[in-house]
């Protein structure tokens, strides 16, 4: 991983025409910061995303991630499943520290954590991913100032890091199965990724 690059992750670089902006788009299980005036967009199903920025240096930066089922009816950060969302929230906040930003100075953003998934209902897959992260935000003190989290629909997330503006259109029509299927495959590849060693929390 290198630091030195003012971006990171997520190839998925295109023109957004409306926007006149240079634009990145982050997939399941990806993340994206920059500390320029690019755009970051994303499509949400049940999984979550948190958009971070630092309101004085104007770095920010947003990650994609989704908890996998690990069978357990615990709840907080400790459950196994839960370390996929403090190592994807470590991540995000660790390269945005390299960017110069300060996590005393951090706000958060956070979209996602729709009941989209067929067949996936009674997990409540989605308000545990909402779930987890409020109550992660929460112990790290990081403040959320603006939220927009359950309901039935996808949701297609704009985030401008440089002036913390985000956009969110409720996807209320959906054409065909990709949404669904993109978060399946995800959700799929990461349950049966092996599992890494334990991850340290902010302190």
């Given amino acids: ?91 995000l906040i660790n390269h945005l520290l390299k960017l110069g930003a300060s996590k005393s100075r951090l706000e958060a953003k956070v979209f996602g954590g729709g009941n989209v998934l067929r067949g996936l209902t009674l997990n409540n897959v989605g308000q545990r991913n909402a779930e987890f992260v409020l109550d992660y935000l929460h112990n790290e003190s990081i403040p959320i100032v603006a939220q927009d989290l359950l309901d039935d629909f996808p949701r297609k997330v704009y985030f401008f890091p440089d002036t913390g503006k985000v ?21 799929m590849r990461v349950k049966y990724t092996p599992k890494s060693g334990d991850v340290d929390l902010f302190t």
């Fill in 167 to 187: 956009m969110v259109r409720k996807i209320k029509s959906v054409h065909n199965t990709t949404i669904f299927d993109r978060e399946t495959e995800y959700r």
């Fill in 1 to 91: 991983m290198n630091f030195e690059d003012n971006e990171h992750l997520a190839p998925n670089m295109y023109y957004d025409r409306h926007f006149e902006k240079e634009a990145v788009k982050i997939m399941p299980g990806e993340y994206y910061v920059t500390t320029g005036d690019k755009l970051i967009v994303t499509v949400l199903g049940s999984c979550v995303a948190v958009c971070l920025r630092d309101k004085v240096t104007h770095c920010g930066g947003m990650n994609h991630f989704l908890l996998p089922n690990d069978g357990s009816n615990e709840s907080g950060l400790l459950t196994e499943s839960a370390r996929y969302g403090v190592y994807a929230m470590e991540l």
